[in-house]
């Protein structure tokens, strides 16, 4: 978000991330997704977190 102004992404949206100062694939787009379709399995506390992220499906 801090970089875009958004949190939406598309399906195919690839984000690259460092992890252990090695830069990965991240396949954002399918995350949120797969992460929405599936919002019935979250913690009350995770869609707190994704819904203060900007996240609406998660409110």
């Known amino acids: 978000m801090a970089r875009t102004g958004s949190v939406t ?4 949206h690839v ?3 460092d992890i252990d100062g090695a830069e990965q694939a991240a396949r954002l787009g399918v995350w949120l997704s797969n992460t929405g379709s ?3 399995k979250l913690v009350q506390a995770q869609l707190a977190a994704l819904a ?3 996240v609406k499906w998660a409110r």
Do not use: F
């Not at 992404?9 to 195919?12: E, K, M, Q, S």
């Open 9 to 12: 992404a598309a399906r195919g």
């Open 15 to 17: 984000e690259a991330v």
């Open 38 to 40: 599936r919002r019935g």
């Open 52 to 54: 203060e992220l900007g």
